[in-house]
């Protein structure tokens, strides 16, 4: 899950050291997403996965492994 999670977010912000991303990683703060790039993830995580995100959850996440849990949960 942590895998197909991180490649999407490598995808979408252009990061070839896939290994740099952490489940600890922040988007906005270690990874330089910008709220834009932040939706766009969350969208294709919903794709992917085939689960909705409320907004206001997605907004209470803080890091990775917050999205990754998220989904195991949820799916």
């Given at each position: 899950m942590f895998e197909r999670i991180r490649s999407i977010?490598?995808?979408?912000?252009?990061?070839?050291?896939?290994?740099?991303?952490?489940?600890?990683s922040s988007l906005i703060n270690d990874?330089?997403?910008?709220s834009l790039d932040a939706v766009e993830i969350i969208m294709a995580i919903e794709d992917e996965f085939g689960v909705e995100i409320p907004d206001e959850e997605a907004e209470s996440f803080k890091n990775i492994g917050d999205i990754v849990d998220y989904i195991e949960r949820n799916k």
């Amino acid at each position: 899950m942590f895998e197909r999670i991180r490649s999407i977010i490598a995808e979408q912000l252009g990061i070839d050291d896939i290994e740099s991303i952490e489940r600890t990683s922040s988007l906005i703060n270690d990874l330089d997403a910008d709220s834009l790039d932040a939706v766009e993830i969350i969208m294709a995580i919903e794709d992917e996965f085939g689960v909705e995100i409320p907004d206001e959850e997605a907004e209470s996440f803080k890091n990775i492994g917050d999205i990754v849990d998220y989904i195991e949960r949820n799916k």
